[in-house]
């Protein structure tokens, strides 16, 4: 039982580490201003693999629809604003809305039957909200996208600026604050039933713990993450498309939260800048050489990695942060 | 309306065949090793681009460019198999999720720095064009060939899993692949070939699928959920499972867009969401 | 170090404004926004290859500026990222105009940017009615939908057409030419029998074919967006007997697009459909172009209806830094181009100073064999169409 020790309720102090991440992140608009706008979706799409990070990370759910609950919340800000509630925050909180009921009304079937049904399952509902938003076109404006949104000043005093520093420091903060959430959870004793059903379902209900109420919860909770970065997307950038809810970005997210490493909360922040300024960089070169190498990255880590790609980044988590990383 | 009917029922009958013999190689592999295999469809691909490039270049002739797919994207399957795939059977989803899904962006690029990002023209022998009468409906001649030759592709394939000793030994791996590598038989063996084997039908799919379905790189992107959604429904390692589910695909997706255009894509994904409900094994095992 | 100071640090960073650096001087930048990879990358080409034509003709300088294009791709129907390389653009390489659009959504995703930043957009492609709305300093230089339509419609009702099929792309252009062709031809003593809208992405032909020839119409509308698509339904529709059934194929132009137009075949021979610019044009500033277009572009190369809404956008341009003697100002700019008359190779086209959309003519052809190969060939002519998409409500 040399494991034993190792088990308790894990430390709620910062690492250094943590700290410096957070204050460079603040410190972005005064070091790279002619970025923000890049800045700000690196921080929406890390909000987003953060709530992957939950489902994925914790509690194991291999998903390929997760686009399906950002783009929910995404189309709710979006109409909001378009036809006349177009205060940033209380779109927010409507998004999230939006984005825990899809997740709740999925999770029944998402949760049920082994991995390939449950990626079947995700990716089916994907398809099938994107194809719906599709065909409202009358609604969500189709192919064309939902534009026309008159997206109110922050918090009444600051306006969406062009150069995008609104939508940075906007963006950062809400990160910030759900972040520090996400981070109570895991660390509760609902976040270690989590790890513990992603690591042995079947034993979970004999220590009295009900699996499904808990898979449920968190992949609700997540849809709910999810929503909001949606929201966030569809009030900076003031436009939303239907690529919102698309495979490709479901796929995307898969792969940079995979990439910084699933099951330490900043596994998808880090993903997700690696992966979007990288992508930015070498698209604009040639779009083929950034799939290409993109592919080969995947392959490569699968077979690179010993233990595979989780266990890899496991170990050098451990070796980094040491006790703070659990 | 109804007299409608029976040339709809036929193009979704040629659909799900197309479909059928696309999807039948991936339904056996993740019936056979458990392995998810996003990058199916590009077998599918490399065999279009087989039958162009030899059609267009080497002047091939159409009929003579369907083995050559077959046999390209068998060999490249062979290859694959032994050299990466074999080592990951025993790694969890997400892994095989992120090999596949690498291996599919890979080719996607290759395929597009080859041959660039348009559409591959292609132009069907003469005698295959047009459409020919029958009970009084207009039934595509190629269609007709297309359901045709699946019909006897699926035939050979009950005869080989049914009659030979090859199909006998690949049952009863889907089975229990441990306890029949305690038998004796050699799993490993049985495994390359039935990838080798299913990859190239897909290959062969692909090269047929080109005057319906069109080909350009993001192929195996595009139709990787239809497969994915056949081998799901009709139960993964089943041939009667696949084919039903391939043909209710088929007949829904060409029903659903003559009848009620303006839902389109959308009742595909609507049925498979319903029937994974119902049937969570798949067809073939039933209701739950 | 605790929370309440980590967040202390965070908030202390949400702070404040500073001045954007100064503009460079001496170059006119010209960003074009358009598709240059994925299923529509011929647009960008032909924008592109038209506006290099131009600047073959007539160099790279103006009022003592060089000319400079900064080409960004937006791979296809994506309006996001439309809207984010708008937005590199006018803010890193601070552009004086943003040019291309091959494609509407992206358009309608950019327009609200060229307002907020005050820099003219020129339209080389986009042809929904609605875009030029979308913002004062939007100008058009391509055509619209209901323009190239209402005149087939027109066309086909004198013309013992009596019954038609429609079928387009579900998306603004293609409903825009569904709602002009309805109008016009139900107008005019004729009936659509059938509509069908097939998805923009990956469309599939073969059911909505079959369901045309199953109507039994005289005719079938068709409008998809100009390439690929083209290829793909004519082909759907040859192979399902519907020419063999004596059903007409009609349209706007997009479907025998210059650009593929050889590449689609025999099967294409006597389609007739109505737009503003065939490669066959018979005129003096069109031969100057086209010998232009294949030095800049390579012998043998066609330029299509986009590649010349480069030329002219470009020519635009040129026009306005020079009566601006090089100093960019966006409502001067725009004041220039209202109301701005040019000898297109297409024709006579000129700038509607109140809605800012293209005024030109369009011709009715039909598809023949040439001596240089097959070409859609002008035999009847509407001139000075305004947009009929505009006028009404």
């Keep these: ?214 898979l449920i919860a968190i992949y609700s909770v997540s849809g709910a993450i999810a929503g909001i970065a949606g929201a966030l997307l569809a009030q900076t950038t003031q436009f939303v498309g239907l690529e919102v809810l698309g495979f490709a970005r479901s796929a995307d997210l898969l792969v940079m939260l995979v990439l910084g490493g699933a099951g330490w909360l900043y596994g998808g922040l880090i993903g997700a800048a690696l992966f979007m300024v990288a992508q930015n960089q070498l698209s604009s070169m040639n779009p083929v050489y950034w799939q290409f190498w993109l592919g080969l990255l995947l392959v490569a880590m699968v077979f690179v990695a010993r233990g595979g790609v989780v266990g890899a980044i496991g170990l050098a988590r451990e070796r980094i942060l040491g006790r703070a990383a659990r | ?174 089975d229990d692949a441990q306890a029949s590598a305690g038998l004796g038989i050699d799993v490993t063996r049985v495994f390359s070939v039935t990838f080798a084997l299913g990859s190239g ?36 390692g089943s041939i009667a499972g696949t084919l039903a589910a391939s043909l209710l695909l088929g007949l829904f997706d060409v029903s659903g867009k003559y009848y009620v255009p303006a839902a389109g894509a959308f009742v595909i994904y609507a049925l498979m969401v319903v029937l994974l409900l119902l049937f969570p094994g798949g067809l073939r095992r039933g209701a739950r | 170090m605790n929370l309440v100071n980590a967040t202390a640090a965070v908030i202390a960073g949400a702070a404040l404004l500073f001045a954007a650096p100064a503009r460079a001087e001496g170059t006119i930048k010209v960003g074009l926004v358009a598709e240059f990879s994925g299923p529509f990358a011929g647009y960008g080409k032909q924008i592109q290859n038209g506006i290099k034509a131009y600047m073959k003709q007539h160099g790279d300088t103006v009022a003592g500026k060089k000319v400079e294009l900064v080409l960004k791709d937006t791979t296809g129907p994506s309006p996001e990222i439309a809207k984010r390389l708008a937005q590199d653009l006018i803010t890193h390489d601070k552009v004086d105009f943003i040019a291309g659009f091959g494609l509407t959504p992206n358009a309608l995703a950019v327009a609200p940017l060229a307002t907020q930043a005050k820099t003219p957009m020129i339209i080389m492609n986009a042809a929904s009615s609605v875009i030029t709305t979308k913002s004062p300093y939007i100008a058009r230089f391509s055509m619209t939908l209901p323009q190239v339509t209402e005149p087939i419609a027109l066309w086909s009702a004198k013309n013992a057409i009596k019954k038609v099929f429609t079928i387009v792309s579900d998306y603004a252009p293609g409903i825009d030419a569904e709602n002009a062709f309805l109008k016009a031809f139900s107008s005019h003593g004729g009936q659509v029998v059938g509509s069908v809208r097939v998805p923009l992405r990956n469309p599939d032909f073969a059911p909505f074919v079959q369901r045309a020839k199953d109507a039994k119409p005289d005719a079938v509308f068709i409008f998809v967006p100009a390439g690929e698509q083209g290829i ?162």
């Design chain 1, 1 to 214: 039982m040399s494991g034993f020790a190792a088990v308790r309720l894990p430390d709620a102090r910062w690492h250094p580490a943590e700290v410096a991440f957070w204050v460079a992140l603040a410190a972005a608009p005064f070091v790279f201003p002619g970025h923000l706008v890049l800045g700000s979706q690196v921080l929406i799409t890390g909000l987003f693999a953060l709530s992957l990070d939950l489902i994925l990370g914790y509690a194991g759910i291999v998903s390929l629809g997760h686009a399906a609950m950002f783009g929910a919340g995404a189309y709710t800000a979006g109409l909001l604003a378009r036809h006349g509630w177009g205060e940033p925050l209380s779109g927010l909180a409507a998004a999230a809305v939006a984005g825990a009921a899809i997740a709740w009304a999925t999770s029944f079937i998402a949760v049920r039957g082994g991995d390939l049904t449950r990626l079947m399952v995700t990716l089916g509902i994907g398809l099938m909200l994107y194809e719906a938003a599709n065909q409202a076109a009358r609604v969500t404006g189709g192919v064309d996208g939902l534009s026309d949104m008159a997206v109110r000043d922050l918090l009444g005093v600051f306006p969406f600026d062009l150069a995008g520093r609104t939508a940075y420091v906007y963006s950062f903060a809400v990160l910030f604050a759900v972040f520090l959430v996400c981070r109570r959870i895991v660390r509760s004793p609902f976040g270690l039933s989590l790890r513990g059903i992603r690591d042995g379902a079947r034993r979970m209900p004999a220590l009295g713990s009900p699996v499904r109420r808990r």
């Design chain 2, 1 to 174: 309306m109804f007299t409608s009917l029976p040339g709809v029922l036929f193009d979704g009958v040629a659909y799900g065949s197309l479909l059928f013999l696309m999807s039948i190689g991936l339904s056996v592999t993740m019936g056979l090793m458990r392995f998810i295999n996003l990058a199916h469809g590009a077998f599918a691909m490399l065999g279009g681009y087989v039958c162009v490039v030899g059609m267009a270049r080497l002047g091939v002739p159409f009929l003579a460019t369907l083995p050559l797919a077959f046999l390209a994207a068998a060999a490249a399957g062979a290859v694959l198999e032994r050299a990466l795939y074999r080592r990951l059977y025993r790694r969890g989803p997400l892994d095989q999720v992120l090999f596949s899904l690498g291996l599919t962006l890979m080719s996607v690029a290759g395929a597009t720095y080859v041959w660039g990002s348009g559409q591959q023209p292609m132009h069907l022998p003469g005698f295959l064009l047009g459409q020919v009468r029958v009970l009084g409906v207009d039934l595509g001649i190629y269609r007709l060939f297309l359901v045709a030759l699946v019909a006897t592709i699926t035939a050979a394939l009950v005869l080989l899993v049914r009659r030979t000793r090859f199909g006998a030994r690949l049952r009863a791996s889907v």
């Design chain 2, 201 to 236: 039908l897909a290959g062969l799919g692909g090269a047929l699928a080109i005057d319906v379905l069109g080909l350009d790189p993001t192929f195996p992107l595009k139709y990787l959920v239809y497969f994915l959604l056949v081998v799901v429904v009709g139960g993964a």
């Design chain 3, 232 to 393: 793909a339904f004519v082909k759907a529709f040859t192979e399902r007997g519907l020419q063999k059934a004596g059903i007409k194929l009609i349209g706007p132009g997009d479907v025998v697009d210059d650009d593929v137009l050889e590449a689609m075949g025999d099967a294409t021979i006597g389609i007739i459909t109505t737009h503003h610019y065939s490669a066959a044009h018979d005129s003096k500033e069109n031969e100057a172009f086209r010998k232009a277009y294949a030095e800049a572009n390579g012998e043998g190369t066609r330029p299509n209806f986009m590649a010349v809404a480069g030329y002219d956008g470009m020519a635009a341009i040129y026009q306005v830094v020079k009566s601006l003697d090089g100093k960019m100002d966006a409502d001067r700019a725009m004041q220039v181009i209202k109301g701005l008359r040019l000898e297109s190779p297409r024709g006579t086209i000129y700038i509607d100073p109140e809605t800012r959309d293209i005024v030109q003519s369009v011709y009715v052809r039909r598809v023949e064999r040439l001596q240089g190969g097959l070409y859609n060939v002008e035999f009847d002519k509407f001139p000075n169409v305004k947009d009929p998409g505009k006028t009404a409500p």
